[in-house]
C-alpha cells in the first residue's frame, strides 16, 4: 500500500472514531528510545525507586524563567511514562500568559495531541462556550495534570501527574492567577489533593498551595466538559462553578 492510501485508511478510520490500534502481544517500545531517565536516589526502607526523575523535573521546572522555557523543558523531559506509551507531542497550555484564572483538566486527548494544544476537541469547544459565557474569555490560561496524551484516553496514573506536577506548578507560580478551577475528578484529585467522586467534591471554595514557596491560590473544582457531553443535565451545576469563579473573580455581589 502507498503513502497515499494509508492515509487515506488511517483517515477513514479517524473518521470513524478509531484513533489508536492494539497488537495483541505486548511490544517493548522503550527498547528503541533512550531510556527514560530513573531516580538515582536510593530506596528507602526497601520500597521501590519510583519510576521517574522528581528531583530532575522540580529541577528543570525551577529553571524556567519564564512560560516559553517552561514549554520547553516539558518538551526535554524525558521522566513521564506517557512520553512512551504512544504520544506525538507535548501538550502544554493555551490561552493568556497573564491569565487571572488558570483552568487545569485531566489530559490531552486525540485531538490534541494531533495539535498540540489542549482542549481543542468537542469538549474543549464545550469550554470555550462556558468560558465565553461567564465572561472570562482572554482571561483564561488552559491546562492539563499531564502533558502527554494517554494511551486510549485513559485517565492517567497518580504517577504520570506526579512526573508533570513540578512543571503544572511551576506553571502556575509563572502565571500566578487569582483563580484556579480544575475541571474533573482526576484534576481535583491531583491538583488539589481531594478524594471522592467530583459530584460531591464541585463547587466548594479551596486552596491550593505550592509544595515549595507560600503562593496560595483559591480554588474550585467542576464537572469536565466530556462528563457534560454525554450527561447534558449536569451542565447547570458547571454553569453555576463557572458563575462562581466570575463573581469571586471580580468581585460582584452577584452574577446578573
Ligand atoms: N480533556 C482534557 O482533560 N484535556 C484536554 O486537553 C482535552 C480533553
Known amino acids: ?19 489508536s490500534l492494539y497488537a495483541e502481544g505486548p511490544c517493548d517500545r522503550t527498547a528503541a528510545r533512550p531510556q ?35 514549554a520547553a523543558a516539558i518538551a526535554a523531559f524525558e521522566g513521564c511514562g506517557l512520553i512512551t506509551q504512544g504520544a506525538r507531542q507535548a501538550v502544554c497550555w493555551r490561552g493568556s500568559e497573564t491569565a487571572e484564572v488558570m483552568i487545569i483538566g485531566e489530559a490531552p486527548g486525540a485531538d490534541e495531541d494531533a495539535a498540540g494544544l489542549p482542549f481543542i476537541g468537542r469538549a474543549g469547544k464545550l469550554l470555550d462556550r462556558m468560558i465565553a459565557a461567564a465572561q472570562l474569555a482572554d482571561r483564561v490560561l488552559i491546562t492539563n495534570t499531564v502533558f502527554w496524551r494517554p494511551p486510549g484516553n485513559r485517565t492517567p496514573t497518580p504517577e504520570e501527574q506526579q512526573a508533570c506536577a513540578p512543571f503544572l506548578e511551576r506553571a502556575i507560580s509563572l502565571v500566578a492567577p487569582k483563580l484556579i478551577l480544575c475541571v474533573g475528578a482526576a484534576s481535583a484529585r491531583s491538583v488539589l489533593k481531594l478524594t471522592g467522586g467530583i ?13 515549595d514557596g ?3 491560590i ?39
Open 1 to 19: 500500500m502507498d503513502l497515499r492510501h494509508a492515509e487515506s485508511l488511517l483517515a477513514f478510520w479517524a473518521d470513524a472514531g478509531v484513533d
Open 199 to 211: 459530584l460531591a467534591l464541585r463547587g466548594q471554595w479551596r486552596e491550593w498551595r505550592a509544595v
Open 214 to 216: 507560600d503562593l496560595a
Open 36 to 70: 527514560a531517565r530513573v531516580t538515582a536516589t536510593a530506596a528507602i526502607g526497601g520500597d521501590p525507586p519510583p519510576a521517574f526523575d522528581l528531583e530532575q523535573a522540580r529541577m528543570a521546572a525551577a529553571a524556567a524563567a519564564d512560560l516559553n522555557a517552561l
Open 218 to 256: 483559591p480554588a474550585l473544582a467542576t464537572l469536565h466538559p466530556a462528563f457534560l457531553l454525554r450527561q447534558p443535565s449536569a451542565k447547570k451545576q458547571a454553569w453555576v462553578d463557572f458563575l462562581a469563579v466570575r463573581v469571586r473573580l471580580d468581585g460582584l455581589d452577584s452574577y446578573m
